[in-house]
């Protein structure tokens, strides 16, 4: 598969299987490593064994078949409690009837730590979260992103080496979210910790990990860095839930190496970069990114080669003009065009020619 465990990983997942049912197993030997001091996000929709994945890593829930390691030691029958990993969940709420500082000082109590080192730990973890503050409140005399920094606070407040955050930042609007991604990005990288981190939000994704998982159906379709997930996705799934893209369906027609020359269904005849395409014949969805389509002559990359599009709307979005084409028989091929002073104006029922270069196109599985 995409991904192997290696013999120096902090964090490994081996052939790891897990069902609730004894039927059905909604993780299907998972094969996962992660360095230490890396930023590692699972990704995928709803359903895909994300949040399964890290309450087996956590503890709270046990592998059906496979081994988890935590810095080369198997875990599978140590208590979370005895894993020394900090956690931060969506919904974690926190206790209603003690204080911030309490709450806080509660995972030290656990591990049996006197008052004063408490107290210190304690205020530190607050500043790191920029908190301090508010050490002497109750949880619902905070907002929500003030409980969100205290339930990290908290999940920090005991020097973890590994923290586990599912969906911390889901309750949040946007511009609070943004910030906390910014944050948690700056502890990170100030404490030195390994993070894995789930979301099922790709921007979210992109902006923060080292490198990102993306799930669905309970195994990893790809395991990379966000720039190669984007630019180079290994199956169509990827390349449908990572950005926005393009699909134009058609069959292998050559196929020499990874360069492919691809029938449309229309019968226009392309290049593109085959991707894990076996033979000549073979069903195939293209996929190009909108950001990658040009039609201005002058502006086309060389070696692309051009293909006839019917312009159908032109949306205004600011910093970008968004167009939708009638491209080889699918009209909701999309262009994207950069804002810029004298770009030429479209306008819906104009005839134009498109192109890509051969690279930005990606012959993938159907
Ligand atoms: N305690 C449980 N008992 C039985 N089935 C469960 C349990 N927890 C999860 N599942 C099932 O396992 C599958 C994976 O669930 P999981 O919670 O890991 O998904 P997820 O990727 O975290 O999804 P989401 O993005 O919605 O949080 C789902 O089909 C879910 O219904
Ligand atoms: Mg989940």
Redesign the pocket.
Same mark, same amino acid.
Request: glycine fraction near 18%; proline fraction near 6%.
């Given at each position: 598969m995409t991904s192997e465990t290696r013999s120096d990983a902090y964090v490994a997942f081996e052939h790891v299987q897990k069902s609730?049912?004894g039927v059905t197993l =909604?993780v299907k030997d998972l094969n996962l490593s992660i360095a230490k001091g890396e930023f590692l996000t699972m990704l %995928?929709?709803? %359903?895909? %064994?994300? !949040? !399964?994945c890290l309450m087996m890593l956590a503890g709270f829930e046990t592998a059906t078949h496979g081994e988890i390691r935590l810095d080369g030691v198997p875990i599978n029958s140590v208590p979370p409690h005895k894993r020394g990993i900090g956690m931060v969940f969506q919904n974690y709420a926190l206790f209603p009837h003690m204080t911030v500082g309490e709450n806080l000082s509660f995972p030290l109590e656990v591990r049996g730590m006197g008052k004063t080192d408490r107290e210190a730990k304690v205020k530190r973890a607050l500043d790191m979260v920029q908190m301090g503050s508010f050490i002497n409140r109750r949880p619902a005399q905070l907002s929500g992103g003030q409980q969100q920094r205290i339930a990290l606070a908290r999940a920090l407040v005991f020097d973890p080496a590994l923290v586990l955050m599912d969906?911390p930042l889901g309750a949040l609007d946007k511009q609070l979210r943004e910030h906390m991604q910014f944050e948690i990005k700056h502890l990170h990288e100030s404490l030195g910790i390994t993070v894995v981190y =789930?979301t099922?939000d790709q921007g979210e994704a992109l902006t923060m990990s080292d490198r990102i998982a993306v799930?669905n159906d309970g195994r990893i379709q790809q395991l990379a860095s966000p720039s190669d997930l984007y630019e180079r996705p290994d199956n169509s799934f990827v390349a449908q839930f990572i950005g926005e893209n393009n699909k134009l369906p058609g069959t292998i027609q050559e196929l020499e190496g990874d360069k492919a020359l691809v029938r449309l269904a229309t019968g226009e005849l392309i290049d593109a970069t085959a991707v894990n395409i076996k033979e000549k014949g073979q069903q195939t969805l293209v996929s190009i990114r909108p950001e990658r389509v040009e039609f201005k002559p002058e502006m086309m990359p060389a070696g692309a080669h051009t293909i006839g599009a019917e312009v159908l709307e032109v949306i205004y979005m600011g910093d970008i003009l968004r167009a939708v084409l009638r491209v080889a028989g699918s009209d909701d091929f999309v262009m994207k065009m950069r804002n810029t002073l004298g770009q030429t104006k479209l306008t819906p029922g104009q005839k134009i020619k498109v192109g890509w270069h051969p690279q930005d196109a990606r012959a993938l599985d159907p």
């Open positions: 609730y049912d =909604v %995928g929709p709803s %359903g895909s %064994g994300k !949040t !399964t969906e =789930v099922h799930f």
